[in-house]
Nanobody, 125 residues
Framework: QVQLVESGGGLVQAGGSLRLSCAGS????????MAWFLQAPGKEREFVSA????????FYTDSVKGRFTISRDNAKNTLYLQMNSLKPEDTAVYYC??????????????????WGQGTQVTVSS
């Protein structure tokens, strides 16, 4: 079992930055692929970014490429999402998720077994 707790969300002006963290518990954190998803009001949960269990490969949805950076520190059981050049359309609840070890992490929420409670990110124009 893995428990995930996100932090770092908040209110920021357009063009600003935030760094999200996701602290994991359990001894299997370093064996799992990790991902960030977002969910805006009235919309389905969407893939943002993912990283393989060893940090060797990262993946991003097109809308955040060049602005967001995913990373992990397995010694600290922590996942990060550095978000720069934020836009109002980035406003959503951001969730971290953990899933099975694969060379290419999935982009569907169904492929992830463990979820955090979410952290709100609000970008004002």
């Amino acid at each position: 079992q893995v428990q995930l707790v996100e932090s770092g969300g908040g209110l920021v002006q357009a063009g600003g930055s935030l760094r999200l963290s996701c602290a994991g518990s359990g001894r299997t954190f370093s064996n799992l692929n990790m991902a960030w998803f977002l969910q805006a009001p009235g919309k389905e949960r969407e893939f943002v970014s993912a990283i393989t269990w060893n940090g060797a490969s990262t993946f991003y949805t097109d809308s955040v490429k060049g602005r967001f950076t995913i990373s992990r520190d397995n010694a600290k059981n922590t996942l990060y999402l550095q978000m720069n050049s934020l836009k109002p359309e980035d406003t959503a609840v951001y969730y971290c998720a953990a899933g099975a070890q694969r060379l290419r992490p999935g982009v569907s929420p169904r492929e992830y077994s463990y979820w955090g409670q979410g952290t709100q990110v609000t970008v004002s124009s």
